[in-house]
């Protein structure tokens, strides 16, 4: 087997690793071409520095010169699920930090990520972290309260 394949496939797996990638353990891993990763590499920067808004596929596609579909599916190859699904998991991700961390209302938070309707934030917040961003936070603030850490059971 040639060696350098081995070790290409290997830095890929890392630095998926570090990136928090998703990769099926069930499914054997595809090869990415380097200009396949690199469309990825460059439309997650773009999602996670405009986590406030909704990025279309269609401004990834201007802005990066490629076609809407093949920027789909480099990134699916690469981070293992649709942009969309991709794009409102990070957005959640932030939005439990502010939940946790700060003393704002839902629906402030909401708008900070682009939903003017506080019931699709708090519906799409359900789909991604399994609770209500109100349930979140009640969580949050109760374990803080109470010391809990419920791994340590």
Partial sequence: ????????TESIKSKEEREGRVVPADQERKEVMASQM???EKAHAIIM??????ITIAELSQM???????IKSCFHKVYGLPIYTYARSQRMAAASKLLSGT???????????SYENGSKFARAFRNV???????YRRRI?????NG???EDD
């Fill in 1 to 8: 087997m040639d060696t350098r394949y081995t070790e290409k």
């Fill in 38 to 40: 690199e469309v990825a």
């Fill in 49 to 54: 520095e405009n986590l406030e808004r909704h």
């Fill in 64 to 70: 990066l010169h490629v076609s809407p579909t093949q």
């Fill in 103 to 113: 003393d704002e209302s839902i629906l402030e938070i909401a708008g900070k990520f």
């Fill in 129 to 135: 972290m399994g609770v209500s961003p109100s349930e």
């Fill in 141 to 145: 603030l109760w374990e803080r309260e």
């Fill in 148 to 150: 809990a850490d419920l």
